[in-house]
């Protein structure tokens, strides 16, 4: 018996098309509604598009409950929102450039899954969120030229 795919949601594409990503791998997904973070049929896991905006005052406790979120990029107010309620800081704003750029994998266990130290990454639009503080919390997955661009954080 194999294991069982997690329930996930993503919200509509806009910049991105996560869900698009979601489909060519093989998971099954559903579209994001509002208020749908909270009760028995809530995701196992939200994926926020870049660009996209949803109800900030759900994604705490969807977190705090176990739920898990992957925030891209301009849709970073969404991650202030998580970040703040645990009583942490960062500071992200809109500043990268458009390019082509070497990712350095920090983190053992993602380095041995994806079978790399780096990878290329394209970043097709100017102003990209570039992570100028992580939360305390916060481990680093991927850094550009020394600075963080994926990062994971977990609630309590």
């Known amino acids: 018996m194999g294991k069982q795919q997690p329930k996930m949601a993503v919200t509509a594409s806009s910049m991105d098309d996560i869900g698009?990503?979601?489909?060519?791998l093989g998971f099954e997904w559903s579209l994001y509604e509002s208020g749908s973070l909270i009760g028995?049929?809530?995701?196992?896991?939200?994926?926020?598009?870049?660009?996209?905006?949803?109800?900030?005052?759900?994604?705490?406790?969807?977190?705090?409950?176990?739920?898990?979120?992957?925030?891209?990029?301009?849709?970073?107010?969404?991650?202030?929102?998580?970040?703040?309620?645990?009583?942490?800081?960062?500071?992200?704003?809109?500043?990268?450039?458009?390019?082509?750029?070497?990712?350095?994998?920090?983190?053992?266990d993602l380095s041995f899954?994806?079978?790399?130290?780096?990878?290329?990454?394209e970043f097709d639009m100017g102003q990209w969120a570039e992570i100028k503080s992580v939360p305390s919390n916060a481990r680093i997955l991927l850094e550009v030229e020394n600075q963080p661009v994926l990062i994971s954080l977990n609630y309590g």
């Open 40 to 108: 028995n049929n809530k995701p196992d896991v939200l994926f926020i598009n870049c660009g996209s905006a949803i109800d900030n005052n759900d994604l705490p406790q969807f977190v705090k409950s176990g739920g898990v979120v992957y925030i891209s990029d301009h849709a970073y107010p969404n991650f202030n929102s998580i970040v703040t309620a645990t009583g942490h800081y960062s500071n992200i704003e809109l500043s990268g450039d458009a390019g082509d750029y070497n990712a350095i994998v920090m983190d053992q």
């Open 113 to 121: 899954y994806l079978g790399v130290g780096s990878l290329d990454i």
């Open 20 to 24: 698009s990503v979601l489909s060519g």
